[in-house]
């Protein structure tokens, strides 16, 4: 990296980094000075974990909104995953062929939504609307409503074990961060997500593969939200066709804190990531205050306009 480039790099991407991050600071200090639960070690373990699923949601939802597109099946995709997971796993199915078939699930629903918004032509918004309505259709009518018992122990204790003081959600979110860092910032396709979601006729004019680049999103969004699920089922024990409702927004929040842009082009693993904390955050500090739900719904909007109002700011002054 030459000594030029190095700069405006950091103005970039850093920088809008760095200003998820102070808000996240700030949140925790002002949360420190009203609970002194907030700033304990358990708790804040508690947070990481508490987020770590949300987290899974909103790496795959970030990559989405960077190529241009948005994810509204991430949720109902996850219950889709979760109890055909846990049905194989309660009928004797290995543990690991269990795994690996919800995670075929979440990524068979990502190819289906990305087929039908590259070839059918189909705007993003409608057709993953319409699949939050026919993934969640299919989790009902396969359980019959009803949720799933009796998840072997050696999975539940694998996702409610630690290693050396983590616990293994945190630790998966870590490897998943990682991988999808060096995607986004490494190879060819990570910078194909940044010009499909910039200018995508540019971007098929310089060669780039738009429509197997949209579809590599929507099948990665997919598989990170079964990843999301496997993690659930396996600390609750049970799988629940209603599971994962209203997930999209959390990790759409979760994204647009971190600085993605929600028109396309522009976002960050690492924002991302500090973005799930500061939605963890909030509500664990909230939580402790004995605040109602309500109002922690409430804080949480403000939250996301004021991190909309600051990257619009921000966005301006680089533009």
């Known amino acids: 990296m030459t ?4 700069p405006a790099f950091l103005a970039r991407i850093r920088f809008r980094d760095a200003g998820t991050l102070l808000g996240l600071v700030l949140i925790g200090v002002v949360f420190s000075a009203l609970t002194p639960v907030f700033l304990t ?3 804040l373990m508690n947070i990481l974990q ?3 699923i949300n987290a899974c949601i909103a790496l795959g939802m970030t990559l989405v909104i960077i190529s241009g597109g948005i994810d509204l099946s991430v949720g109902p995709v996850a219950a889709l ?3 055909l997971g846990a049905a194989m796993m309660v009928a004797g199915v290995p543990v690991p062929l269990a795994v690996a078939g919800a995670l075929a699930v979440g990524v068979g629903c990502g190819l289906f939504n990305g087929v039908l918004i590259t070839w059918g032509g189909l705007q993003p918004f409608i057709v993953t609307l319409g699949g939050l309505s026919l993934f969640r259709a299919c989790a009902l009518i396969f359980t019959g409503g009803t949720p799933i018992f009796g998840i072997p122990d050696g999975f539940r204790a694998f996702t409610n074990g630690t290693v050396l003081g983590l ?4 630790l998966i979110v870590a490897v998943l961060a990682g991988a999808g860092w060096v995607i986004l910032n490494r190879t060819p396709l990570g910078e194909y997500f940044m010009a499909v979601g910039g200018n995508e006729e540019a971007a098929r004019i310089s060669g780039v593969p738009v429509r197997m680049t949209k579809l590599a ?5 997919g598989l990170m939200a079964s990843v999301a699920a496997m993690i ?4 609750l024990g049970a799988a629940e066709p209603t599971l994962g409702t209203l997930w ?3 990790a759409i929040a979760a994204a647009a804190i971190g600085g993605a842009s929600l028109m396309g082009g522009r976002g960050s693993i690492m924002g991302t990531l500090i973005g799930c904390v500061i939605l963890g955050a909030l509500r664990n500090g909230l939580t402790l205050m004995n605040v109602q739900a309500f109002y922690q719904l409430l804080a949480t909007g403000i939250i996301i306009i004021v991190a909309m109002l600051i990257d619009r700011a921000t966005s301006g002054k680089q533009g």
């Not at 000594?3 to 190095?6: D, E, Q, V």
């Not at 659930?232 to 600390?235: C, D, V």
């Open 81 to 83: 995953s979760a109890v």
């Open 3 to 6: 000594a030029t480039a190095r």
């Open 50 to 52: 508490q987020s770590s």
């Open 167 to 170: 616990p293994n959600p945190v």
């Open 41 to 43: 070690v358990p708790n």
């Open 248 to 250: 999209e927004l959390d």
């Open 217 to 221: 999103a929507y099948m990665i969004s």
């Open 232 to 235: 659930l089922i396996g600390r």
